[in-house]
C-alpha cells in the first residue's frame, strides 16, 4: 500500500505546484513560465520524429501533462519517511533539487530564458516546489497513519 501512498502524495505535490504556479501566471507578469519548458521539449520530441504539432493547445498539454507527470515522479520518491527529521532534509532537498532542475533546464532548453530569466522568478520556481515536496509529504503522512489505524 505504500507504493500507492507515495503515488497518491507525489501527484498531490505535482497538482498543488502546477495550481499555484498557474494561479501565480494568471495574475502577475512577473510568474515564471514554467510550461515554456516542457512546450521546448515537445516541440523538440515532435521534430525529431519528423511530426508537426496541429494546435498549439496539443503542446501546452502535453507539456503540462508531462510537467503534472515528472514532478509526481519526483514528488513520490520524497514520499517515504514518517521521521521528522528526515521529513525536514527530504523536502528540502526534493523540493531545492526539483527547482534547481526545472531552472537548469529551462537555460539548457530555451537559450535565451524567459522561464526563469530573472532573480524573482527562480526564487517563485523554488517556493513552488517547496510548497509541492510539503504538500507530498503531508499527504503521505496523512495516508500512512490511516492505513496503520
Known sequence: ?????RSLAGLAGSLALT???QIFKKYSSEAPNLEEVGEVAVR???DKAN????DEEEVYAAAMGGN????????STL???????????????????GAAGTIGLADQLLGNNNAT??????WMTTGYYLLGALVS??????LERKLNK
Open 117 to 122: 530569466d530573472t532573480n524573482q522568478k527562480k
Open 44 to 46: 523538440a520530441s515532435l
Open 79 to 97: 514520499a517515504t519517511s514518517t521521521n521528522t527529521t528526515q521529513i525536514i532534509s527530504k523536502t528540502l532537498g526534493t523540493g531545492l533539487l
Open 68 to 75: 503534472i507527470l515528472s514532478n509526481a515522479l519526483l514528488f
Open 1 to 5: 500500500m505504500s507504493f500507492i501512498n
Open 137 to 142: 509529504i503531508g499527504v503521505y503522512n496523512v
Open 51 to 54: 511530426l508537426q504539432p496541429t
Open 19 to 21: 495550481a499555484v504556479h
